[in-house]
Structure formats: C-alpha cells, structure tokens
C-alpha cells in the first residue's frame, strides 16, 4: 500500500480477507490514516440485535465513538425498537436508522460491519453463529452462551470465518482490574493456591398467573429457542431483565456474573485457555415460584496445577463479591469498589519491563472497534470467553446433579458421566437450530 | 412419588405451585444410581404422557426425560413428534437419551412429520450426527420450504462422513441464495468432521470446491484455513 493512499475501510476489509485467502495470514495493523475523515464511508457500520437496558447501553457506546454509525436496530418487543431507532435518529439528526423485527434480516445486509449483540441468554448462540457466517465482527454480552455445546459451537463459528470478538466482559478493560491480574501472574502473592471468587446472591418470587402478552411483543420470537410457555408477567418489566431468573432463558446470578469475576480469576492466573478437571457443590433452588435458578450457591472447581477455584454467591465467601486470590506470600481481593492486598505492600509494587504485562484496553467498547480495523485480538476474545462460562456451567450441571462431575478441558467433555452429557446441551424448539 | 404423579395428571399448569414438582425432581435426584427406582419413576412419568395432563405437565415430564430417560421411554416419546404442540417437548427428551432406538424412531417419524415438528426432527437427526439419516435428509435439502432445506443442509454437514459430503456436494447448485450460507458452513462442517475422523483427502476435496471462483470470499478463506489446519493436525 502507497503511503498517503487513501481507500475506502470496507474494501480494505475485503481486500485484506482476499490477501488471507492466499496466503492465511491477516493485516496486523492498519494506520489510522487509512480511515479519512469522518466521512460515513469509512466509518465501522454497526447493526444492534437486542436494544433493552444491555443493548441500549452498549449502543449508546458505540453512537459516542467518532468511528462507529449504527445504522439498524432489531428487536422483537417493538416498543424497545421504536425507543432505539428515536435514540440512533437523534444521535445523527436524521431518520436513517433501519429498523429490523428478524435479525436475519439485518445481519443479511452487506453494507453492516459488525453486530452488537445484547439479547437474552437462550438466543446467544443462533445470531452470533448467523453473524459469523455472514463475515460480521461481534460485539456480544457475557455469558457468552447458554449452555456448553452452544459456547463450543459459537468459538468454532467466529473461529472458522475469522471474525472479530469482544465479550461484554468490561473489567478486562480496566485499570484496577488488570492492575490485580499483573500482581498475581508475576507472583506477588507467590503460588497461588486457591482463588474465591464471589458473585451476586439472587432472589426468588411467587406464582403469577398466565398473563395476556403485552402489546407489541413477538412473545414467541422472543421464546425463540427454548421451551414454549404461556407468557407470565413475573415482573413490572417481564420477560425483560427478570429473565435472568429462570432457567430456560439464563442461570441467573451465577451465569450472569462468570463472564466477570471468573473471567478476572482466570486472567490471573495465567488460565485463560483451560480449565477444572473437577468441580462440586450445592446450591439452593426455588422450591416453588416461577424464578428456578440457584440463589444461594457454592462450588468448589479443581485445576490440574493443584489450584482450586471456589465460587460462591457472595454472602458466603469472607470478601464477598468480587476475585480473591490466595498465594503463599498475601492475597489481594479485587472487585468494582476496590483493590486490596495482605500484605498492603503488596499494591506498591512495580511490575518490571521484563515481567507479564496483560493486555491494556482502557475502552472497552474503543478496543473492539480498534480490533476490527486492524484484525488483532481484543481483550476479551470469544474463546476465553467460552472458558470463563464454562466454569459457570460446570457449577450449575454438578449443582443440578448434586454431586461430583469430571471434566476434560482439552477434550471439553465430562469423563464417563452420562448424565451431566446430557446437560451439556439444550434441545432447541423448531425451527431454530445451530 | 404418587402424590406428585397425580397432582401432574390432574391439576398442574402455568401459574401454579410447582412444587410437587420440585419434589419429584429432588426424588429423581436422590435415586441416581438406583437403577430400580429410576424404572419406576420413568413408568410413572410416561403414564403423564398418556394422561389428560396438561401441556405445562407433560413438558415438565419431557425434561426429566431427557436426563433419566432410555429405550423404554422411546415409544411414548415417538408417539409425540408428529404431534404439532408436544413434538419439541418430545425431541427435549429424545436428542438427549444416547442409542439407536432414538434414531430410529426419529427416523420414522420424519415422513410423517410437518411443518416445524418436521424441521424439529431433522435438527435432532443432525445433532445426533446419526448418518443413517443421510439419504432421507438429503431429499428435504432441495425443499423449496427455505427453513427446511436450510435445517436438512445443516444436519447434512453434522452427520458428516462421505455420504454426507456427496449429498451436499450435490445439492449444491440447487439451492436457493438464502440457503447458500448454511449450504457453505456445512460442506465446511462436514470437512472439519472428516478431519478429525482421519479423512483428509476427503476434507481436501470439499476445502478444495469451496475456493473455486464464485463461492464468497469468506467461504474461501474459511476453506484454506480448513485446508491448513487439516496439514497441520497431522
């Protein structure tokens, strides 16, 4: 390429996939001043599929970036997309913004880059393995997937045609979090030996009657994959938000909250690409109520490096929410409020130019959009992603269970147990499948 | 136990306690391992299914199914999948339960089977990878139903194996355009399969067709890196 030359992002785009399809190695880096002005042509077209609080709170993140233009908006609930096309319109001073119901639709137009995905748990897996296949790079929210086997298949998707992740796993993207995670992988608290890792406590709820759907819900899309019920207005809101709490559509708290303080827990130690060989533990379930995901839960999850991992809803841990990693020589506890060390000295000191250095993001949402332009990984890529959650997964099938599960993190399956198998994977309704 | 089968034939529904629910399931729970139990528990759970429960009932029923369920559960279960409200419940259970019988049963059910209980058990044959069901899958791959050829193109490439390859090798001009990407990932599904099962000039033949001019620039690189992944894992 000439220097000064300028062309268009999205032909470079497809240029570069062409360069790759001779020799399979991509771009590394793509000068900013190949990007021109701000012209819409050479800005990151963006499509949003799924605009509730998550998604309109991610969208707002990427109408504030000078290399973003959203340009469509989907949803099943009507009255979410009519907010957000209101919200996309006013950002730009116009009525451009597309408006889509089916987000087949959306992801089949050639002229989206990239999706931001922010729909329940359940539908994760059908959009981003649609996306992939159409070449859009993803934006996606945590937990990356509903299930095991649906995770697997999502990395094995984004994988095989090449596409920019990011995970909604924001803390990766902050300074007090990799601070924590660059103090513990170059040994300031020596070998650590256990991790506690502490989340949400979640909350039960009564048995509403079968309600009329309220206006302007697709009640069936919105079901999408997961079992056919009558529509239950089990909140102010419902089904939004309060969906975290049934089982078919989330593993509330637990789930919710892996793709964050797991997430950190493995950063630091180094294991981001693996996982336990054994997890156990209990958790209380609703006994009665239309909420049926653990509220009080505790899991123990041993490593191969005689690490073990304990997970537990935060009022039974010392610290609570948040990471805490226990080594020979201190510990430090990090979470959304703070950073703390045994010994305090600990925090005073310097990780050196020939030490660990983590990845540094300080925008989470600025770092996917830098990614998608010069094709390197983000900081929170879909396969350490699918890690984090499975680690969730894997303390909700032996609480389920109610008892011990082996698990083969290079092979990623359970050791003889026929059972938790089984619940590696949902059967989805007709006609969606993956 | 009887107590709870009972309140699930006769009263049950959305919007009510669910916990004789609940206490089947921590009943369930607590007889892994008694084979002599969970016997038991499988003959009271299929007579929901041939009770005048009520669908919220017989759902709750399919999901224990599909964790404790086996062959004696397959003809009760079969009899569901042509039925248009019960088939996806059914294929809960059955997608899960491992053996042959499963496959059979899905496999008869197929020709009678319509509308999305059809695509349903075309997706469970796929997920099942069961490649008997490569011929009949084939057929509903030139549907001019888009929803069903996109279903049947995809089992195609998770059944995996040569036959499956040829079947989409050959559907392959004949589909329509919105078909065209799930015709793509799975050739290319199939092919990673085929690698993995120690196939690699027949993975090599599929990577190789899917870089010919005409098929998308993505598809293309997905194949060559296919191609360089199958030397690699040598």
Known sequence: MKEGKKIDRRAFLKTATGAAASVVVFPYVVLSSVLGAEAPSNKITLG???????????????????????????????????????????????RDCATYHDFRELIARSDIDALSLAVPDHWHAIPVIAGARAGKD????????????????????????????QTGSWQRSQERFRRACELV??????????????????????????????????????????????????????????????????????????????????WGLGLDRTGPVEVEGKGEFPR????????????????????????????????????????????????RSG??????????????????????SRDHTQNFLDCVKTRNETVTPIDIAYRSITVGHLGEIAMLLGRKVQWDPDKLEFVSDDAATRLMSRPMRGPWHL | MEQQIEALKTTYDWGQSRVPLTE???????????????????????????SDAKYAAKQYVCRELSIIGNDDCVPALAKLLTDEKLSDMARYALERIPGPAVDKALLAALPRAEGKAKIGIVNTLGNRACRDAVSETAKLARSSDEALACAAVSAL????????????????????????????????????????????????????????????????????RGMRDAVSSR
């Open chain 1, 288 to 335: 009665d109520g239309i909420y049926d995901v653990p509220t009080a839960y505790k899991f123990t999850c041993k490593y191969a490096n005689d690490l073990t991992m304990v997970v537990a809803n935060d009022q039974q841990l010392p610290h609570g929410m948040g990471t805490c990693w226990y080594g020979a020589k201190g510990w430090i506890h990090v979470n």
């Open chain 1, 339 to 360: 950073l703390w060390a045994e010994p305090a000295s600990i925090l005073d000191e310097v990780i050196g130019a020939n030490e660990t250095h983590l990845y540094d």
């Open chain 1, 48 to 94: 949003c599929i799924g605009v509730g609080s998550q998604g309109t709170s991610n969208m707002n993140g990427f109408l504030s970036k000078s290399d973003a233009r959203v340009v469509a908006v989907c949803d099943v609930d009507r009255r979410r997309l009519a907010q957000a096309k209101r919200t996309v319109d006013e950002k730009y001073g116009n």
């Open chain 1, 138 to 165: 993803m934006y996606g929210e945590k937990p990356l997937a509903r299930t095991i086997h649906e995770g697997k298949l999502m990395v094995e998707a984004v994988e095989r045609y090449n596409r920019i992740w």
């Open chain 2, 157 to 224: 490439g998770k059944m995996g194996g040569a036959e499956a390859a040829n079947a989409l090798a050959q559907v392959a001009d004949g589909v329509s355009e919105k078909v065209k990407p799930a015709l793509y990932d799975a050739r290319l599904t199939c092919a990673d399969r085929m690698v993995a099962e120690g196939d690699r000039a027949g993975a090599r033949k599929i990577y190789q067709s899917l870089t010919a001019t005409g098929v998308p620039q993505l598809v293309r690189t997905a194949a060559l």
């Open chain 1, 185 to 266: 992988i170059n040994g300031r608290v020596g070998k650590v030996g256990m991790v506690e890792v502490g989340l949400p406590t979640g909350g039960g709820s009564g048995n509403p009657p079968v309600s009329p759907v309220p206006e302007g819900l697709d009640w069936d899309f919105w079901l999408g994959p997961a079992p056919w019920r009558s529509f239950i207005r089990y909140s102010d809101q419902a089904p939004h938000w309060d969906w975290r709490w049934i089982m078919d559509y989330s593993g509330g708290q637990l789930t919710d909250w892996a793709g964050h303080h797991i997430d950190i827990a493995h």
């Open chain 2, 24 to 50: 089947l399931s921590d009943h369930i729970r607590a007889s892994f391992g008694n084979e002599t139990e969970l016997k038991n528990i499988r003959t009271a759970l299929l007579s929901v299914l041939d």
